[in-house]
């Protein structure tokens, strides 16, 4: 079970904060750092000093970093132009040594689209399907070769398709609980489906939808990597669990229930009931970006009985 760490720094932290965890990321042992895509803060917590860009952090972090895979969850199709995502994953690519994965997904908070007037538009996901089409073609054009697309939302007329990743294949991330047009997405451009905060029930509902598209479509199910975010709490005692909690203002029983919460054992036991349907990758959303013993103990304690 590979344990990936998953950042939202929308609720607030500079790129030295983030860089200090990523730093801790790669120390520990854990497999990649990723954060998500957003602008705005969401709940109540003020947010300052206010958003850092995914990309532009990401590219810090692959010149300071050596080993971590680096991604997104999710980059928004609202946010960028197919064409231009296309050219700043491949050069992050390129900085970090072929580190980089990229997880792309509909765009959904209309919020942070009207807070930095960004356009957000209703036909969303039959945009994300071009997106995907797009970004995957340039990549895959043969050097020498120009790229053209017409689109309903999207047209590209000879582009050079440059500049290419560092990768033969940066693996794409897909994730979501639609029921249909997900995983019909997921079985034509996904390496890997992911499902966030999502009950192993639920899960494994999902997980079937995909593995069942994906061989419609002609693919293996296995081909696929299965994945779950999840937000972690875990302490050595009740009484760690709960200043842990209480430090990202959620109750103990709801994290119990709804991500990885209580001490390691609990935390392992539960990681087990996701692998037994087929998830083999645990994005741990970090909530203090500040409390590093956390990530001490999840290493030292939870990821030492998963190898």
Same mark, same amino acid.
């Given at each position: 079970?590979?344990?990936?760490?998953?950042?939202?720094?929308?609720?607030?932290?500079?790129?030295?904060?983030?860089?200090?965890?990523?730093?801790?990321?790669?120390?520990?042992?854990?497999?990649?750092?990723?954060?998500?895509?957003?602008?705005?803060?969401?709940?109540?917590?003020?947010?300052?000093?206010?958003?850092?860009?995914?990309?532009?952090?990401?590219? +810090?972090?692959?010149?300071?970093?050596?080993?971590?895979?680096?991604?997104?969850?999710?980059?928004?199709?609202?946010?960028?132009?197919?064409?231009?995502?296309?050219?700043?994953?491949?050069?992050?690519?390129?900085?970090?040594?072929?580190?980089?994965?990229?997880?792309? /997904?509909?765009?959904?908070?209309?919020?942070?689209?009207?807070?930095?007037?960004?356009?957000?538009?209703?036909?969303?996901?039959?945009?994300?399907?071009?997106?995907? %089409?797009?970004?995957? /073609?340039?990549?895959?054009?043969?050097?020498?070769?120009?790229?053209?697309?017409? +689109?309903?939302?999207?047209?590209?007329?000879?582009?050079?398709?440059?500049?290419?990743?560092?990768?033969?294949?940066?693996?794409?991330?897909?994730?979501?609980? /639609?029921?249909?047009?997900?995983?019909?997405?997921?079985?034509?451009?996904?390496?890997?489906?992911?499902?966030?905060?999502?009950?192993?029930?639920?899960?494994?509902?999902?997980?079937?939808?995909?593995?069942?598209?994906?061989? %419609?479509? /002609?693919?293996?199910?296995?081909?696929?990597?299965?994945?779950?975010?999840?937000?972690?709490?875990?302490?050595?005692?009740?009484?760690?669990?709960?200043?842990?909690?209480?430090?990202?203002?959620?109750?103990?029983?709801?994290?119990?229930?709804? +991500?990885?919460?209580?001490?390691?054992?609990?935390?392992?036991?539960?990681?087990?009931?996701?692998?037994?349907?087929?998830?083999?990758?645990?994005?741990?959303?970090?909530?203090?970006?500040?409390?590093?013993?956390?990530?001490?103990?999840?290493?030292?304690?939870?990821?030492?009985?998963?190898?």
């Amino acid at each position: 079970m590979d344990l990936r760490i998953f950042t939202e720094p929308q609720q607030g932290a500079t790129y030295d904060t983030l860089l200090t965890v990523a730093k801790a990321t790669e120390d520990l042992g854990f497999d990649a750092f990723f954060r998500s895509d957003h602008y705005l803060k969401m709940g109540d917590v003020d947010g300052l000093p206010g958003p850092t860009d995914a990309w532009i952090t990401l590219a +810090g972090l692959a010149r300071e970093t050596s080993r971590i895979r680096l991604g997104t969850l999710m980059t928004a199709a609202t946010f960028r132009l197919p064409g231009v995502l296309a050219i700043q994953v491949a050069q992050v690519d390129a900085m970090s040594g072929g580190r980089v994965e990229l997880g792309l /997904g509909a765009g959904w908070f209309e919020a942070e689209h009207t807070a930095y007037g960004i356009p957000f538009p209703r036909e969303k996901f039959s945009r994300l399907e071009e997106q995907l %089409e797009i970004v995957t /073609g340039l990549w895959g054009t043969e050097p020498g070769k120009t790229f053209t697309y017409e +689109g309903t939302h999207y047209r590209l007329t000879d582009s050079p398709a440059l500049p290419k990743p560092a990768q033969k294949k940066v693996p794409v991330l897909i994730g979501g609980m /639609g029921a249909k047009r997900t995983p019909a997405l997921a079985a034509r451009y996904a390496d890997e489906f992911n499902i966030p905060f999502a009950s192993v029930e639920d899960s494994e509902r999902q997980f079937g939808r995909v593995r069942a598209a994906a061989e %419609e479509h /002609g693919r293996r199910a296995d081909d696929l990597v299965y994945s779950n975010a999840l937000v972690a709490c875990v302490g050595r005692d009740d009484a760690e669990v709960a200043r842990r909690a209480a430090a990202i203002g959620r109750e103990v029983d709801e994290l119990r229930q709804n +991500g990885l919460a209580g001490s390691p054992a609990e935390v392992v036991d539960k990681i087990g009931r996701y692998a037994e349907i087929g998830a083999s990758r645990i994005y741990l959303q970090i909530l203090d970006l500040h409390d590093l013993d956390h990530l001490e103990l999840i290493s030292s304690q939870v990821q030492s009985q998963l190898a």
